[in-house]
């Protein structure tokens, strides 16, 4: 059997072992790199520097000072570094069982500042929804 090879051939050929060679060491590539979770915003960061935390994951900690609503949701402020921040959420869990001087773990997300009743004086603060319960 004779093969003839002309350039358009060699030209394809090469082409093709070119793309198959990229795609495998995309694919490699691909799988080596590990999927982090975001980064997790403290409280403390989050009262310092709101516009640092926008888009970020919220992680607070802290004890409830004052329950602000309690209905189909509920609404609650924790104090950082003397600076209320107020969390919302709709979790059964957290309408049950938050109530003041409750300690509580969650994770949420900065949407903004807002101002609301603190201690019955109407206050600026960083408004967090909740978003888990628990910041696995």
């Known amino acids: 059997m004779n093969l003839k090879l002309n350039s358009t051939s060699l030209i394809f050929g090469a082409f093709a072992l070119i793309a ?3 795609l495998v060491e995309s694919s ?3 799988k080596k790199k590990t999927n982090f979770p975001p980064p ?3 409280g403390y960061e989050l009262v310092s520097n709101p ?6 994951t919220i992680q607070i900690a802290g004890t409830v000072s004052e329950i602000l609503y309690k209905g189909n949701s509920i609404r ?3 104090y950082f570094s003397g600076k209320p921040v107020a969390l919302d959420s709709d979790s059964d869990s957290l309408i049950s069982n938050v109530q003041v001087g409750s300690y509580v773990s969650v994770c949420g997300f900065y949407l903004k500042d807002r101002e609301l009743k603190a201690n019955g004086v109407p206050t600026t603060m960083p408004f967090i929804l909740v978003d888990a319960p628990d910041c696995r």
């Open 76 to 78: 609650f402020v924790v």
């Open 28 to 30: 490699i590539a691909t």
């Open 40 to 42: 997790k915003v403290s």
């Open 51 to 56: 516009s640092a935390a926008f888009g970020k």
């Open 20 to 22: 198959f060679l990229l």
